[in-house]
């Protein structure tokens, strides 16, 4: 009888899979841009836009107050 048995797996809360969802507000010349690049590329807007916030966190560079250029590394 266990070769027909269901198998159910139990679900993962929502939010439990390293991802948020959030609203942001762009110009709409960037989601134009963005979508250009998304039809030559074949990737999601969402997937560009992880990419891009990806390579940004990486490469910033925070200046202080007095005009001093300091990198930060996440």
Sequence with gaps: ?????LIVTIKRPRGED???TF???L???MV?????ISRETGRSRNELIGL???YALEHY???GG????QPRRA
Excluded: K
């Design 1 to 5: 009888m266990a070769s027909d048995a």
């Design 18 to 20: 390293g991802y948020r």
């Design 23 to 25: 609203s942001v507000r």
């Design 27 to 29: 110009r709409e010349s």
């Design 32 to 36: 134009n841009q963005m979508d250009d």
């Design 52 to 54: 891009f916030l990806a």
């Design 61 to 63: 560079t925070l200046e």
């Design 66 to 69: 007095d005009g001093d250029a």
